[in-house]
């Protein structure tokens, strides 16, 4: 199931240049771009990975982690081999990183209704497009996205936040909801441990805010690289800026593949910067990775009231009723929370 891309433009000398991420990769025939997943072939572009389903499971919604987006339906959850950042810190570096030529011969093609098709039977809710980059697999992240919806099945990027402004405004009829890492506010950071750049993602942030996706953002706070006050006051205060009520969930990093030398986010630093988000304004901000289930319930923020208890992506607790405060009557924001 190759495919010619969506998004790319015909240069000179039969090199095209890819226009689904922000590095805009310019591929000179018989190359691959930056991601490894698509590739010039006598002047035109293929995605290699279109179907190749490396990983599929039913998640908690939890765990995407979205908190205000249907609490505690399922996901149907999938992913290709690739992605366009190399973080020395990824979770997940043995399918993001795996060249997807390796990976053609070893997992079946899978087709989108067959997606669909899972996920209903499954009971799910949603398709999270989630674990590598569904920028990387967009082509077929964009065909099943749409077969869902006929289904009115929901669906859900988890995301670098790195794809183009005319790839996101393509795919948001159908996209409807967005989990987006700011990794730090330095753009240093970004060269060095993403191999990337930081704005393309704060404007994939505020596109998809103006395009109506309900959006989540993610921070993983890591000893020594972003955890200073002043940066997670920088994240705090941007994403105020496009929308106080766009919850952030700040997790505790633990040593993975390429930073396997720091040592665990402490506790304590993840509290401080809920109270850095708390006091910037934000509505809502969770804990993550800790396990702490006063720190990752929902609380009406006029009020005060705890509203949705959660415990390690099960909930324990939503009195939320008419999608408000049953205490204050204030309306919480999310999409689908309850009543
Ligand atoms: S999707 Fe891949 S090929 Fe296209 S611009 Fe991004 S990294 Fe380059």
Redesign the pocket.
Known sequence: MEKETLFYEKLSDKKVR?N??A???I?AESKM???N??ENRDGKLYVLNYGKIIARHVDPIEKKPLFHFYPASPAYSVATVGC?FKCSHCQNFEISQMPTYENRNIVDDVKPQEIVDQAIKHNCKSIAYTYTEP??FYDYAFDTARLAHEKNIKNIFVTNGYMTSEALKSIAPYLDAANVDIKSFSNDFYKKICKAELQPVLETVKLLKQLGVWVEVTTLVIPTLNDSEQELQQIADFIVSVGSEIPWHISAFYPAYQLLYLPPTPPETLHKAREIGIKAGLRYVFTGNIGDTESETTYCYNCGKALIRRRNYTIMENCISDSSCPSCGTAIDGVGLAG
């Open positions: 890819c689904i991420c590095h805009r990769c591929i771009g930056v991601c997943a698509r366009n920028t990387v």
